[in-house]
């Protein structure tokens, strides 16, 4: 019985995502759907095909910005082989009913090398919010100089906050992290159990804090991050160019942040609805057709799902080949 509830709880839940991916859908479904299918047909298959090579490029730089961090706590593994845990956190993250299914993959997959999960996981939150962080100045930066702040000043606005809140919360974890985390397992009185959760998370935050302190790792760590998140906007742009949405490529520095936090709330399934509204919503804005922007979203979402097969994979062959 006790385990019965959990279970009907996060059935419930998937349950209550999906009538949301559902409603979201028909919310921004066309009117005509034949035209979304005429769209998809005269998209250029050659810049489908550099979209994709875009995908695939970045899967190589995340794996370098992930082995820079680890290489900074003493963990050394090949670029392939992290590349390989992407592939697989891919194909969690789209058969997963979470945006960071993926994350626990990949910190569960490293954490050997890295003498424990604490650590690990330590490295791919300050992995995750530099990258976020690159997105949100890439973002207010262009869409300031692009002059796109006149049509979307709330938006624009709103990530010029987020990449200061964000920098400031590095900062203060650098200079706090240390004596938050001495004082942590203390603090926590009661059984071992609770102590042993303290010491973990007493040594996440250590490596959070060491990391962030580092500012020659940081500024390596954003120039790859910002030259990551570089190719994610183009990997969107070019899907745009190929079915001749009529925007500049500098929009989607707008749209895509806007994009991935709301990828991140868990509202939908694998963002699934969540993304086609903000595509129809973001591009309409600027007088793109429904049909054009909910194509967009479509061809991204089909990247993304043939990425995740790869990384499954991935993962069969790694199965196998750790039994062989």
């Known amino acids: 019985m006790s ?9 419930g839940k998937v349950a209550v995502r999906m009538v ?42 995340s794996a370098v910005r992930w082995r820079m961090l680890l290489e900074a706590t003493g963990t050394r593994i090949g670029v ?6 992407y592939l697989i ?26 003498e424990g999960a604490a650590r690990s996981v330590a490295v791919i939150a300050i992995e995750r919010g530099t990258g976020i962080l690159a997105l949100l100045i890439l973002g207010a930066v262009v869409g300031v100089m692009a002059g796109w702040q006149r049509q979307l000043p709330g938006v624009v606005g709103m990530l010029w906050v987020a990449s200061l809140a964000g920098a400031l919360g590095i900062s203060v974890l650098a200079r706090f992290g240390p004596a938050v985390a001495a004082r942590l397992e203390s603090a926590i009185p009661g059984l071992w159990r609770w102590r042993r959760a303290a ?10 804090a060491a990391l962030s302190a580092d500012r020659r790792l940081i500024v390596r760590v954003m120039a790859v991050g910002l030259v990551l998140q ?8 070019w899907i745009g160019r190929a079915l001749s949405v009529p925007v500049p490529s500098t929009y989607f520095f707008v ?60 993962y069969v062959l790694r199965g196998a080949a750790s039994r062989a």
């Open 199 to 208: 010491g973990a998370a007493r040594k996440l935050l250590v490596t959070c």
């Open 89 to 114: 956190g891919f194909f969690f993250n789209t058969w997963l009913p979470s945006g960071f299914g993926g994350d626990v993959v990949r910190a569960w997959d490293t954490r050997r090398e890295a």
């Open 255 to 314: 749209v895509v942040p806007v994009l991935v936090a709301v990828l991140m709330l868990p509202i939908s399934i694998n963002g699934i609805g969540a993304r086609e509204l903000v595509f129809v919503r973001l591009l309409g804005v600027v007088g793109v057709p429904e049909p054009q922007a909910l194509a967009v979203s479509v061809c991204a979402f089909a990247m993304a799902l043939a990425f995740s097969l790869i990384g499954g994979l991935v």
């Open 3 to 11: 385990d019965e509830a959990p279970r009907r709880s996060r059935l």
């Open 20 to 61: 949301v991916s559902a409603l979201l859908l028909v919310w921004v479904w066309p009117e005509e759907p034949l035209a979304l299918g005429r769209a998809l047909r005269e998209a250029s298959p050659g810049w489908l095909a550099a979209a994709f090579a875009l995908h695939g490029a970045g899967v190589w730089l």
């Open 80 to 85: 392939g082989r992290l590349a390989g845990s």
């Open 230 to 237: 570089l190719n994610v906007v183009l990997h969107y742009a």
